[in-house]
């Protein structure tokens, strides 16, 4: 049973920067594409970014320019880094790992979530 866990989440003030890290257990997690999604309280959840297991990268309007999502293979983790964050980011973020190299399909592979507060 693949696990996929996040970490990096906490609270920061508008304008500032957090980088969440997404790794999997039992899995060569470099091969697979990796999503960052996120939630915010009564809203759908909603891509981020993505990074197929050849390095290509895909965001989000409301992210792009501001978010890089970036592989570490030494750690087998897939990495978000968010600069100039704003309140409307606030979110529980989470991570999916896909079912191939370029595809997510029904993939059920995420993680628990972490939670991320852009706050004066």
């Known amino acids: 049973q693949v696990q996929v866990m996040e970490s990096g989440g906490g609270l920061v003030q508008p304008g500032g920067s957090l980088r969440l890290s997404c790794a999997a257990s039992?899995?060569?997690?470099?091969?697979?594409?990796v999503g960052w999604y996120r939630q915010a309280p009564g809203n759908q959840r909603d891509f981020i970014a993505s990074?197929?297991?050849?390095?290509?990268?895909n965001y989000a309007d409301s992210v792009a320019g501001r978010f890089t999502i970036s592989r570490d293979n030494a750690k087998n983790t897939v990495d978000l880094q968010m600069n100039n964050l704003k309140p409307e980011d606030t979110a529980v973020y989470y991570c999916?790992?896909?079912?191939?190299?370029?595809?997510?399909?029904?993939?059920?592979?995420w993680g628990q979530g972490t939670q991320v507060t852009v706050s004066s």
């Open positions: 039992r899995s060569a997690f470099t091969i697979y594409v």
């Open positions: 999916r790992r896909g079912v191939s190299s370029d595809l997510f399909g029904s993939s059920n592979y």
């Open positions: 990074i197929t297991g050849r390095g290509i990268t």
